[in-house]
């Protein structure tokens, strides 16, 4: 299956292409190499270099977040701090669609399937590691409105687990980057889950940074997935519902949003599905004599009035039916990731100690005809951009 997936590549330029292995995008040297201090001595240490001009702010920004790149104990949260939630009631914390860092968010309440039929879609089972004795990770699936093959969705509880982005020498390019395939032990040590990025830049139609740098310039309007100092998610239109700010140390852009205010966006239900959305890969071929097809592997993410995130990926999708499936998720802004069968992936790692390092042997993926899967993200192959989930810091 892997000849064929040709479509997409360098020159078509979208991120459904075939990615050759890569050995070349060594990892970066750490903006702070070395130390083992506080905090508290480390802000200082920042900003006295921040002060005789050694650094730039930016750079002090993602220095300071380098901590966030340790992987100490997860937080001692218990089971008897979920229960205390009702499933589906938000908390009273509630600020730009972020959850506060911590504090688990109530387990979501089952989805309703498309139709009204009575079944097993849309009823949640926990996946991946424990964070202090609490799931954070939840996994379902749904067959959309007009669909007759199940989606998989991943609810994802962003008050206990810190997101960060790793970056490839295909997508974005542009490196050496810190943090890329494969993953390594100390972050494994408290890694949850880890999904696809998005198209590769020259057919993303927005930017790309982290780091530090700004790999592509960042487009007004796109959608973007921005990672926050800490771990923190967000989505939304870049310049309205997300900018930038000192907090940011990761952005990636990819095409429009697809979900707005709860809905699906109007260019969801374009006609030229093919412009907006992206190519795709034919019925049976990716070659690229073989037309596309707009029911076509897609994923997507987003996020909810509470600051969870959901993800969405499957079969024979057309832009309209991820969209909805993000919102029956409870997603209020969202956007569309890569597609075609190579590139889709979610995949959650249950170590079987709690301190354990996650590892091919044990992931999960969301779906079991996804083409990659648990050693996808550990391999040095791999050259492409992904974002991980783990355990957030106590």
Not at 191 to 214: D, I, P, Q, S
Not at 336 to 365: C, H, M, Q, T
């Amino acid at each position: 299956m892997e000849a064929e997936l040709t479509r997409h590549g360098a020159a078509a330029g979208n991120g459904s292409g075939r990615s050759t292995p890569d050995t070349g995008n060594r990892q970066a040297e750490p903006l702070v190499s070395g130390l083992r201090v506080s905090g508290a001595r480390l802000r200082r240490g920042v900003r006295a270099l921040v002060a005789a001009g050694s650094i730039t702010p930016t750079v002090a920004v993602v220095a300071a977040c380098a901590q966030a790149g340790a992987a100490p104990a997860p937080p001692a949260h218990t089971p008897a701090a979920r229960a205390a939630h009702t499933p589906g009631v938000r908390p009273a914390y509630h600020a730009d669609l972020m959850a506060k860092p911590g504090s688990p968010l109530p387990a979501p309440a089952p989805l309703a399937p498309f139709g009204g039929s009575a079944s097993v879609q849309g009823v949640w089972r926990p996946a991946g590691r424990r964070v202090g004795g609490v799931s954070a990770v939840y996994v379902t699936s749904l067959i959309p409105p007009g669909g007759t093959r199940p989606a998989g969705i991943a609810w994802l509880d962003t008050g206990l687990l810190s997101a960060r982005l790793y970056s490839g020498s295909v997508s974005p390019g542009g490196g050496p980057f810190r943090y890329t395939a494969p993953i390594r032990s100390a972050q494994a040590a408290t890694l949850v889950a880890a999904f696809n990025g998005g198209f590769k830049m020259n057919a993303a139609r927005g930017g790309y940074y982290t780091e530090g740098r700004v790999i592509v310039p960042l487009r007004r309007g796109a959608a973007s997935l921005v990672i926050y100092c800490g771990g923190s998610i967000g989505i939304g239109a870049w310049g309205t519902d997300v900018s930038m700010t000192r907090d940011v140390i990761s952005v990636r852009q990819n095409l429009v949003p697809l979900v707005v205010a709860g809905h699906p966006a109007a260019r969801a239900y374009a006609a030229d599905w093919y412009h907006t959305w992206g190519e795709t890969c034919g019925a049976t071929s990716c070659a690229a004599s073989v037309p596309g097809v707009e029911h076509q592997w897609r994923s997507g993410a987003g996020v909810t009035a509470d600051g969870a995130l959901v993800y969405v990926t499957g079969p024979a999708l057309d832009p309209l039916q991820i969209a909805r499936l993000l919102v029956r998720a409870g997603a209020v802004r969202g956007m569309e990731l890569d597609i075609n069968p190579y590139w889709d992936v979610f995949v959650s790692y249950d170590p079987p100690s709690p301190n354990g390092l996650a590892a091919p042997a044990n992931g999960r993926k969301l779906l079991p005809q996804t083409v990659q899967g648990p050693a996808t993200f550990f391999g040095a192959w791999w050259a492409r951009d992904f974002i991980t989930v783990s355990a957030r810091r106590s």
